[in-house]
T-cell receptor
Framework: AQSVAQPEDQVNVAEGNPLTVKCTYS??????LFWYVQYPNRGLQFLLK??????LVKGSYGFEAEFNKSQTSFHLKKPSALVSDSALYFC???????????FGAGTRLTVKP | DTEVTQTPKHLVMGMTNKKSLKCEQH?????MYWYKQKAKKPPELMFV???????INESVPSRFSPECPNSSLLNLHLHALQPEDSALYLC??????????????FGPGTRLLVL
């Protein structure tokens, strides 16, 4: 079964600095990888996904993620963080033709002014 | 319309009550999902409906009963719940559950408190 790990519970960055939220995955076949963001008392919002092709995926709100097959990683990045980016971020993975999407434990990002 | 709506936003119920959570989408999606999310935890899949048929039940207790009346609606009927069932219940939809590459679109959730 597929699984995903987010090694950091909490990431703190200063506004204007680059941010990285880490994610590693484990699947038996080709991975489909997703990032979602959750604001307080809200549902999850889709940010971006990797299916195939270019390893650098660009998504909503200036976020991007880099797929690295050799390191089985899919880290979320943003060149310049905003205070409004503060939220809970979830990495998720699905196997090919698999209905079940597995979420990581989540990483709380705090961007300080 | 790219929105998944859920009602009610908040629900407080006793252990002997019967209540229902509702979810609706008008994106033409044929797969709909129920997730349970405890505080500071990731969402956990409960049920998947594909083309209005139940395709996945993740060993959820029978006190949770899903229903998909049509392709736009998904209900979760609750009966004889326990306090530990208190959580945020999230509904999601996607074009087709068999496509692993498809994004799921989530509703805002129903925050349930069982007393």
């Amino acid at each position: 079964a597929q699984s995903v790990a987010q090694p950091e519970d909490q990431v703190n960055v200063a506004e204007g600095n680059p941010l990285t939220v880490k994610c590693t995955y484990s699947v038996s076949g080709n991975p489909y990888l997703f990032w979602y963001v959750q604001y307080p008392n809200r549902g999850l919002q889709f940010l971006l996904k990797y299916i195939t092709g270019d390893n650098l995926v660009k998504g909503s709100y200036g976020f991007e993620a880099e797929f690295n097959k050799s390191q089985t990683s899919f880290h979320l990045k943003k060149p310049s963080a905003l205070v409004s980016d503060s939220a809970l971020y979830f990495c998720a993975v699905r196997d090919y033709n698999n209905n079940d999407m597995r979420f990581g434990a989540g990483t709380r990002l705090t961007v300080k002014p | 319309d790219t929105e998944v709506t859920q009602t009610p936003k908040h629900l407080v119920m006793g252990m002997t009550n019967k209540k229902s959570l509702k979810c609706e989408q008008h994106m033409g999606h044929r797969a709909m999902y129920w997730y349970k999310q405890k505080a500071k935890k990731p969402p956990e899949l409960m049920f998947v409906y594909s083309y209005e048929k139940l395709s996945i039940n993740e060993s959820v207790p029978s006190r949770f009963s899903p229903e998909c009346p049509n392709s736009s609606l998904l209900n979760l009927h609750l009966h004889a719940l326990q306090p530990e069932d208190s959580a945020l219940y999230l509904c999601a939809s996607s074009q087709d559950s068999n496509g692993g590459w498809e994004s799921q679109y989530f509703g805002p959730g129903t925050r349930l408190l069982v007393l």
